[in-house]
Structure formats: structure tokens, C-alpha cells
């Protein structure tokens, strides 16, 4: 398995609902990572995680709480999201922490906030 | 701090060849290329590392000149495939490391 599986794909949400983004690998990467990309814009670093411990918060509002529960599942819950949070969450995967890996990317989730 | 890249956008017609530079004020310890077409996920291409390397893959190659912090991407006889915009992402320890995503450069090939 060579993927990084993203679900859902598409969500729309209310200001004040609490929502959760899911993503898979099982390729036994150790490194995982949440991106934001708006449109004609490229990724975003928000989070990353290495061996289950959060390694990286890009200074990202509270709104945005990650969670590593194994290798490999990381999830992102969402809370009173305001409508500019709207935006394509992606989701990657590399075998390491580091300077040495590329990234696998998930294909995503489309988020709306209204 | 986020890498710059050059040029925004190339239109080229299949067959012909194109340069994508990217360039850091940082010291770099790698640097990534990845391709993305419209709607979809970004793919991974290559990886050059410190050392001044040079990667190849299918008709597409890069050099990393570390003391000039600078990449470039070669494509060589375009296909209409190679479509898409094309990111580079350079990694500096800034206590961590993290990969950061330059601008991108749009890539129209046509027939």
C-alpha cells in the first residue's frame, strides 16, 4: 500500500459545529503532517508528527486540535471554525523526520465553512 | 522562510523543453519537487540532498547548488502530461525540520 487515504473528501460545516478530517498510511512512515492550501496558493505547514509525538505547531489557532492516536492515523479536529478556514486539508506522510524523505500526499479534504 | 521560484507560469508546446529555478536565503539541507494538476494532490518527484546532486526521473532531472541555495528542475521534450504547477519545497533545521513550499510555477504544454 502506497497511499495516504484522506476522508472525507468533501465537508461543509457551520461555524459552530465540531468536525474531525481523517488520514491513513500504512506504508510504516513515521512522519506525518497536516498542510492547508488555498486556491493558487501552495501547501501550508500546520502540524507535524514524528513516531506519534507532535514535533511542529506552525503557530495554528486552537480551533485546529490534532491528534496522532497511532502510526498510522492522524486526525484533525475541527471547532467554531471561522469562514476563511475554508480551504483544501492535506494531509503526508515521509518514512522519517528529516531532511532526507519525500512526501506522500493524501488527496485531501475540501473544507467549507459557512 | 519561503523559497522563490521562477518562472510563474511557462506555455510550451509538446516536445519543447523547460528550466524551473528555485532559490533560499536559507541554508538548505534538501530540496523536494512535486507536481500538482488541478483538483488534485500534490506528487512527489525527487529529493536532492546536500552535495550538489543532480536526480533524474523519466525525462525530468534537478541540480541542488548548496552554496548558491538554489534548485533547478529540467524538463526535457515536454509531454502534455507534464501539465500541472510544479512546487519546490526546501528544508532548513530552524529547530525542526519542516519543509516549506515556494510559490509553485504553472506549466501549460499544448499540442
Known amino acids: 500500500d502506497t497511499e495516504v487515504t484522506q476522508t472525507p473528501k468533501h465537508l461543509v460545516m457551520g461555524m459552530t459545529n465540531k468536525k474531525s478530517l481523517k488520514c491513513e498510511q500504512h506504508?510504516?512512515?513515521?512522519?506525518m503532517y497536516w498542510y492547508k492550501q488555498k486556491a493558487k496558493k501552495p501547501p501550508e505547514l500546520m502540524f507535524v508528527y514524528s513516531y506519534e509525538k507532535l514535533s511542529i505547531n506552525e503557530s495554528v489557532p486552537s480551533r485546529f486540535s490534532p491528534e496522532c492516536p497511532n502510526s498510522s492515523l492522524l486526525n484533525l479536529h475541527l471547532h467554531a471554525l471561522q469562514p476563511e478556514d475554508s480551504a483544501l486539508y492535506l494531509c503526508?506522510?515521509?518514512?522519517?523526520?528529516?531532511?532526507?524523505?519525500?512526501?506522500?500526499f493524501g488527496s485531501g479534504t475540501r473544507l467549507t465553512v459557512v | 522562510q519561503q523559497p522563490v521560484q521562477s518562472p510563474q507560469a511557462v506555455i510550451l508546446r509538446e516536445g519543447e523543453d523547460a528550466v524551473i529555478n528555485c532559490s533560499s536565503s536559507k541554508a538548505l539541507y534538501s530540496v523536494h519537487w512535486y507536481r500538482q494538476k488541478h483538483g488534485e494532490a500534490p506528487v512527489f518527484l525527487m529529493i536532492?540532498?546536500?552535495?550538489?546532486e543532480q536526480k533524474g526521473h523519466e525525462k525530468i532531472s534537478a541540480s541542488f547548488n548548496e552554496k548558491k541555495q538554489q534548485s533547478s528542475l529540467y524538463l526535457t521534450a515536454s509531454q502534455l502530461s507534464y501539465s500541472g504547477t510544479y512546487f519546490c519545497?526546501?528544508?532548513?533545521?530552524?529547530?525542526?525540520?519542516?519543509?516549506?513550499f515556494g510559490a509553485g510555477t504553472r506549466l501549460f504544454v499544448k499540442a
Open positions: 519545497g526546501t528544508e532548513a533545521n530552524t529547530g525542526g525540520f519542516k519543509t516549506i
Open positions: 503526508a506522510s515521509s518514512q522519517d523526520e528529516g531532511a532526507d524523505y519525500g512526501y506522500t
Open positions: 506504508m510504516g512512515h513515521r512522519a
Open positions: 536532492l540532498l546536500k552535495g550538489g
